[in-house]
Structures are given as structure tokens and as C-alpha cells.
């Protein structure tokens, strides 16, 4: 048995290494001028766990992506209209700035043109994306790269006090993720304002969503390494006429979501939508619906369950309707839809198998209509419109996301 001299022996070498490894973290700058690709990439590489990256004030014209892969580094600008990376002579598809590694802040800098996607981590424990700014100058087109903020295949997500305008798919997206926090930020101008797709235990606060076609979407496809997607929350968020014309390329999944919709849940289990604001959007205040397409994968469920609608303020929502037979149900229910809609299906087709039945689930203290659909990949056009029942108990509550402490700390 060891001694426990040379046990506390042990505990101090810790410590003398710790403090000799927050000794040596440095702070590498970065100034605007000559070759900035060069100049940038060259820091991300030579950086070491604990370092921070400090890109000064100016515009950096970026022909190609950055990427960083080293564990435990912050990179910070000076803020996101002062330090701007610009990426408008970009060469390919790829990122703007691709991470790959755990524990990473970026914050503090602006994101312009990126062919692709603005900041995507990919298989990260830790990644903080904070203060940023995304943004396609050109306006809204089809051209302009996916994904403004884009953690895919992560874990311990924060997004907060950013903005994102004219992504052709989100501007905000979360997908195949664990434990995640969007906060304080802004979604405008793109396809889908906040999209939180085949994630689990997300929550999604303070934000808000505006001038998109979708304001905030709650997905679960097929085909993909994580599914079921679940434990998601949308609260205190402002969602306010997501109007604007749908501009996905034509075959991209959210190419299908109408012009209008203020919050769309699809195939998800387990999600709160409660106290947010929702006004102004044409559409939809709130969509619940099945997966619509016909799919292969065995193991999908496509129906949304245990969803629940409270505390929610609605006003001017569901006027002018685009999705397919909105009108005709508007006019089926007095001219407006309520706040509230669903499809009504609770069956669907197992793949090369049988019928599977699911009790809906869902709650709404809102007036709300069900489709009566019935079964999965039934058209719109044989909706049989009834009232849903207004249940006024609020949606159980779950203790909220926490991410870890050092990370916060640094986002701060």
C-alpha cells in the first residue's frame, strides 16, 4: 500500500504539471495583411491545448477554408463587424472554418460567403460558438453555402449570441448531437431560421427567428447514424413572421417547408414548445407533423410523438396559408388556421412490413386543428378537419441542459 507521503508527492507533481501547462498556453495574433490564408491556417496548426488565437481587427480575404484540429484552443476576434473573414473568392464547397477537435471557443468574429457552410464541427466533445456573425451579402439565393453555424455529430453544443442570415438550408442547425444550448441569438433571412435535427436533449432559448420561410424546425430523418430524435425544448423564444419566399435548391429536404411556418416539430419525441412568442407568420404557428416522404430505412419512426404546446403567445398567425390545401382548411375552420396544427397520422407502413400504430400525444393549451389524416404519406388534399381538444396542463417539466463549467466559463 502506498504511503500517503507519497501519495500527497503524487497530488503536488499534479499540480506543479497543471500549473506548468496553464504556464506555457500563449496567445498566438494574427494581424490583417499579405498572405491571410497562409497566415491563419499556420496558427490554427502551430496552436497548443490552451492557446487562444487572437485574430485582430481588419478584413481577411480568404480564397480556400480553415480548419483546426487541436484540442482546448480558443479563437477570438474582435468582435463580429471588426474582424471579418471573408470568404467571397472561395474556391470549392467546403467550410468557411471546419473543426474537428474537442473543447474548442471560437468567438468574436464575423463569417462572410462561405461557399459552404459558414462554422461546422464535426465529432467534437465541447465546441462554443459565440458572438459570431454568418452572413451572405448577396442577399437570399439558392447559391449561397447550406449552414451558417453547423455542429454535427457533437456533443456538448453551445450556440449563443450569434447571428445567421441568408443560409440556403439553416442558419442555425444542430444535427446528430448530444446535449446542446442555442441561445441569445438571431435567425433571419434564411430557408429555416434554427433547426435542431436527429438530436437528442436540446434546448432552445431567448432566441430569435424572423424573416426566414420556417422560424424554428424540429427534425428526425432516415438514413442517418443517430435517429429518434428527442428531449427538445423551445422556450422564450420570439418567432415572429417567418414569411419570406422558400429559396432551397430544388430537392433539398427543406425545400418542402412552407413560406409561413413559425415552428414546425417532424418525427421527434419528448418536445416542449412553451412560452414563446409566435406572431405574424402566415402559415403556421405551430406544425406537427409526420416525416412525408416515402422512406426505406427500418428502424425510422416518421411520426412525431408526446409533443406539448404551453404557455405560448399567439397573435396574427395562420392569415394567408402556402402549404399544400392550407387555404381550403382556412376556409374549412372560418378563414384562419389556428394556432395549433397537425396532421392527424398516428399509423405507418414498417418497410416491407406492417402497419404500426402510435397514439399521437399530442397537447396543446392553444386552439388547434387536426388533418385526421390517419396514415403516413397521405396526401394534404384528404385532410378531414376537426378541433383538437385544449388540454391546459402544462408540459411536465425536465431539469435544463447543462454544459460543462469550463466551457461556459469561456464563453462568457
Sequence with gaps: MRSLASIAAGLAAIAVAASAGAAHAKTIKVAA???????????????????????????????????????????????????????????????????????????????????????????????????????????????????????????????????????????????????????????????????????????????????????????????????????VRLSNNRVLANNHVNFAAPGNIVAGVPSGTGIMVMANDHVMVAGNEVTGNNGNGVMIVAYTQAFTDKSYNPLPRSVFVSGNRFTGNGTAPAFRGGKEIAAAVGGTVPPVMWDGITRYMVPGGSEVAVPGGISSDAPGITLGLGLQGTPASAARPAMLPIVMAAATGRPAIVLPAALEARSR
Excluded: C
Design 33 to 231: 495583411g499579405g498572405n491571410a490564408h497562409e497566415t491563419l491556417q499556420t496558427a490554427l496548426i502551430e496552436a497548443q491545448p490552451g492557446d487562444t488565437v487572437h485574430i485582430t481587427a481588419g478584413r481577411y480575404a480568404l480564397a480556400d477554408g480553415l480548419s483546426l484540429d487541436v484540442d482546448g484552443v480558443t479563437v477570438i476576434g474582435d468582435g463580429p463587424d471588426k474582424t471579418i473573414l471573408d470568404f467571397t473568392a472561395q474556391k470549392g464547397e467546403g467550410e468557411g472554418l471546419l473543426i474537428t477537435s474537442n473543447n474548442v471557443v471560437v468567438r468574436d468574429l464575423g463569417i462572410e460567403n462561405a461557399a459552404g457552410n459558414g462554422v461546422k464541427s464535426k465529432g467534437s466533445d465541447g465546441i462554443a460558438l459565440v458572438n459570431l456573425r454568418v452572413e451572405w451579402t448577396g442577399g437570399a439565393k439558392s447559391t449561397n453555402g447550406a449552414y451558417g453555424l453547423y455542429p454535427v455529430s457533437s456533443k456538448n453544443v453551445l450556440i449563443d449570441r450569434s447571428v445567421v442570415r441568408g443560409a440556403s438550408d439553416a442558419g442555425i442547425y444542430v444535427g446528430q448531437s448530444i446535449n446542446i444550448i442555442v441561445r441569445r441569438s438571431r435567425a433571419e433571412m434564411n430557408v429555416a431560421g434554427i433547426e435542431i435535427e436527429n438530436s437528442y436533449d436540446a434546448d432552445v432559448i431567448d432566441n430569435v427567428a424572423t424573416n426566414n420561410a420556417g422560424g424554428i424546425l424540429v427534425f428526425d430523418l432516415p438514413d442517418l447514424p443517430q435517429q429518434g430524435g428527442r428531449n
